[in-house]
T-cell receptor, first 111, second 113 residues
């Protein structure tokens, strides 16, 4: 069945460091891929999306490219800020009206 | 707009008790869903609905019931609570033409003793 695997956390970075959070997927057909972010005490919010191969999603300085050949959708940001501290979830929507989320990666950015 | 609201925020139940988690949205979204979030397991889909009167099972439906009598409300019922249902529960909604852009409620933290 469909599934998402993302890198284990937690991740701790200094402000202005480069961020990569790895995400790979397994799916039949052609899924859409997403990154959601969860700030402390809140529900998840959509961060960015890509609906077909080679699409690049971007928002708030974060980027991810849908790579069909490597079944990956890694999240990157060139210079993280303290306000980026949150839990990041990779997700896919495949067949039917169902979402599959990864286990989440906790990011802490220290000043 | 209040968005997606959930009540209660926290709840403690004894094993065998029943209760209903409430979820409401004021965005006229057709699609609504319930997830549970457990450490190390991410979010798992319990039940979802594509419109009033239509519900379907997700990945982990056992022990839970749902109904969708109106577009706005999508309550989740625990029939006989078990310790394995201790979790954080999130309700989400989205438009059917962009159902991937889900709006999440703030969550309900449930503990079953």
């Amino acid at each position: 069945g469909d599934s998402v695997t993302q890198m284990e956390g937690p991740v701790t970075l200094s402000e202005e460091a480069f961020l990569t959070i790895n995400c790979t997927y397994t799916a039949t057909g052609y899924p859409s891929l997403f990154w959601y972010v969860q700030y402390p005490g809140e529900g998840l919010q959509l961060l960015l999306k890509a609906t077909k191969a080679d699409d690049k999603g971007s928002n708030k300085g974060f980027e991810a490219t849908y790579r069909k050949e490597t079944t990956s959708f890694h999240l990157e940001k060139g210079s993280v800020q303290v306000s980026d501290s949150a839990v990041y979830f990779c997700a896919l929507s495949g067949t039917g009206n169902q979402f599959y989320f990864g286990t989440g990666t906790s990011l802490t950015v220290i000043p | 707009n209040a968005g997606v609201t959930q009540t209660p925020k926290f709840q403690v139940l004894k094993t065998g008790q029943s209760m209903t988690l409430q979820c409401a949205q004021d965005m006229n979204h057709e699609y609504m869903s319930w997830y549970r979030q457990d450490p190390g397991m991410g979010l798992r889909l319990i039940h979802y609905s594509v419109g009033a009167g239509i519900t379907d099972q997700g990945e982990v439906p056992n022990g839970y019931n749902v109904s969708r009598s109106t577009t706005e409300d999508f309550p989740l019922r625990l029939l006989s609570a078990a310790p394995s249902q201790t979790s954080v529960y999130f309700c989400a909604s989205s438009r059917s033409d962009s159902f991937y852009e889900q709006y999440f409620g703030p969550g309900t933290r449930l503990t079953v003793t």
